[in-house]
């Protein structure tokens, strides 16, 4: 094969079975949305309490952050469609009887089962490989949504004692020879690390399609051995952060709930009954008297112990907006 036809071929298969491991991490995510729904926890935003969401809800903005990953994945098999077979050296055709050039990539099609097509102008084909740094783009995005998603679940399973410790990741092996009990993040650890890899690989795609030179380019073997290692690494990243990870993830319901209990975001879910001003005292002398918000606003007599439950029950934090602030 000439130019880029011989790269269009292999990254379609690649990329098929990286967008079927999106789909089994995006439905064990989904699985655990169903499965935490009820546990209220604290969200934090700039890593400080903030609001009140559940840990379903949580595991439900994952599993969408992966299903557009999915798509875009799904979407750029088309780019990949296109090849340049029968151009010969710089896309004229040159050399090539004419019967080839219109039946070749017939032929590959039925050989390989992948809708190919060949390139309306084969010259700019053969010379132009932008097509594989947009590729290479949404591999990249993809790789960010893992870094961040495994990022979160190492800080949301860290302690677990002196640390948040509202998830419990599968133990996968013993975290230390000198530390007896300790078990670290491995899979999270691994599949960030993996991600990284395919950013770096992504710059040198980028750098390698912008370096041809007029009517070839001659760094597309660099090109292909990224491309197909990031399709790799993303795949295998998927599939193991799904089967060794996500779907053995449990929930410290009892932590949770005591994070919930102490944690100024409480204050928020109350304003629609408590309004600013007393929502904001509440805070400050739950800081102050090392009492949690439930004890503070029961002890004043503001609201009751089963209307506090109410406010910050899964139904009222999920809730879009709340209802106009009582008269005061």
């Known amino acids: 094969m000439s130019g880029l036809g011989g790269l269009n071929k292999s990254p379609q298969g690649v990329v098929v079975g990286l967008e079927e491991k999106l789909v089994r991490l995006q439905e064990s995510f989904q699985a655990k949305e169903k499965e935490f729904a009820h546990v209220v926890k604290v969200a934090r935003t700039e890593l400080q309490d903030a609001v009140l969401t559940t840990m379903g809800r949580q595991m439900g903005a994952y599993a969408e952050a992966f299903n557009r990953d999915r798509w875009r994945v799904y979407k750029c098999e088309e780019r990949l469609r296109l090849v340049n077979l029968g151009g010969t050296a710089i896309g004229t055709g040159l050399a090539a009887p004419r019967q080839y050039i219109f039946s070749v990539v017939d032929k590959l099609r039925d050989m390989t089962g992948i809708g190919f097509a060949r390139a309306e102008n084969l010259l700019e084909a053969t010379q132009n490989a932008d097509v594989f740094v947009e590729v290479s783009g949404i591999l990249k995005a993809c790789a960010c949504s893992l870094l961040k998603v495994c990022g979160d679940l190492r800080l949301l399973s860290s302690g677990p ?48 399609c912008g ?118």
């Open 161 to 208: 004692e002196a640390g948040l410790g509202e998830l419990i990741l599968p133990p996968r092996q013993a975290g230390s020879s000198i530390m007896p009990g300790k078990v670290n993040p491995v899979i999270p650890e691994a599949v960030s690390q993996a991600a990284m890899m395919v950013m770096g690989y992504d710059v040198t795609i980028t750098m390698a």
């Open 211 to 328: 370096a041809g030179n007029l009517e070839l380019n001659a760094f597309l073997p660099v090109v292909a051995a990224c491309l197909l290692e990031s399709c790799n690494l993303l795949t295998r990243g998927c599939d193991i952060l799904a089967r060794h990870c996500v779907e053995g993830l449990q929930v410290n319901e009892e932590r949770c709930r005591r994070q919930v209990e102490s944690s100024t975001a409480a204050v928020t879910a109350l304003l629609p009954v408590l309004g600013y001003e007393q929502a904001s005292r509440a805070a400050v002398q739950s800081q102050k008297e090392k009492k949690s918000i439930r004890e503070i606003v029961v002890s004043q007599g503001w609201l009751t112990s089963e209307k506090f439950d109410e406010f910050i029950s899964p139904e009222a934090v999920c809730r879009l907006g709340m209802p106009n602030l009582p008269p005061r």
